[in-house]
């Protein structure tokens, strides 16, 4: 069974920043494309990073320039750092993996507020 979990969420003050983990169980993810997406209350899944098999990232617009997805092959895990959070960063992030079709994890809650 695959699996990735996400871990790091939690409550920071605006300006603050969080770094989130995603790993995978079950499979390596170094042979798949990894994504960062998010849902904040009342809004649509949206994408905020991905990164490819040969390390190429792309980025939302919205956290372009303040988020960096990267991965360490050798620990199975991909990382989303947040840096310079504002409240509307505030959902419920989710990774997710090519694998196999598409899984995704439970979700980490991000909470950016004063």
């Known amino acids: 069974q695959v699996h990735v979990v996400e871990s790091g969420g939690g409550l920071v003050q605006p300006g603050g920043f969080l770094r989130l983990s995603c790993t995978a169980s079950?499979?390596?993810?170094?042979?798949?494309?990894m994504r960062w997406y998010r849902q904040a209350p009342g809004k649509e899944r949206e994408l905020v990073a991905g990164?490819?098999?040969?390390?190429?990232?792309n980025y939302a617009g919205a956290v372009k320039g303040r988020f960096t997805i990267s991965r360490d092959n050798a620990k199975n895990t991909v990382y989303l750092q947040m840096n310079s959070l504002k409240p509307e960063d505030t959902a419920v992030y989710y990774c997710?993996?090519?694998?196999?079709?598409?899984?995704w994890g439970q979700g980490t809650q991000v909470t950016v507020s004063s």
């Open positions: 997710y993996t090519t694998f196999r079709g598409g899984s």
């Open positions: 079950g499979f390596s993810s170094t042979g798949y494309a």
């Open positions: 990164i490819s098999v040969s390390g190429n990232t």
